[in-house]
């Protein structure tokens, strides 16, 4: 299973950079086709786009401009190694280089428990399954929020990297959709 995952891993990291370059205005289109949802008052982590990932800030930007609360994840060490939270966030606010080069608040900005979490990915397919860079971070991070309250998980992604089959770990956190540049999959469509 890791070594499928692996080569999987290498093959959509090229897929997605022939996305993001082909179509430079992706995110503003995906920002245009979601923006009139969540309700205003909900919390919404997104996340600091990393290589060619598709990136949310478009979308942040429209969900908080109709009063949607912001949020983006901290990696910092848990004592048993690194593990994601989610810090309260405001456009504009000065955010520092967290482990792997990622963006991320002040581990002193406020905790909170987002309604949705936007979520980075390499590859989804239609059952709401994700590949992710190996680290496991999201996958444990859903799995804590989870046992908080009740809350979406939507990958962010090009319609590039829908793929099928998608190796799957029982430890892999299902998203409840994927929105891409083309609408919506995934379980929340079905």
Known sequence: M?????????????????????????????????????????????????RQEMDPLPL????????????????????????????AFD???????????????????????PDIVLVPLLAFDRKGHRLGYGGGFYDRGLHFLKSQKPFKAW???????EVHPLPVEPHDQRLDAVLTENGMTGTETD
């Not at 990696?75 to 939270?85: C, I, Q, V």
Request: hydrophobic share 50%.
């Open 155 to 161: 990958g962010i992604a090009y319609a590039a990297q």
């Open 2 to 50: 890791k070594d499928a995952k692996s080569r999987l891993r290498k093959e959509m990291k090229a897929r997605r950079a022939v996305a993001f370059t082909a179509d430079p205005l992706a995110a503003t289109r995906l920002a245009a086709a979601f923006s009139l949802w969540p309700p205003a008052g909900s919390i919404v982590a997104g996340y600091s786009a990393f």
């Open 91 to 113: 456009l504009g606010d000065a955010l520092r280089e967290g482990p792997f080069g990622i963006r991320q608040p002040d581990a002193d900005a406020p905790e909170v428990l």
């Open 60 to 87: 942040m930007r429209a969900l908080a401009a109709r009063g949607c609360r912001l949020a983006l994840p901290v990696l910092s060490d848990g004592g048993a190694g690194l593990e994601m939270r989610f810090h």
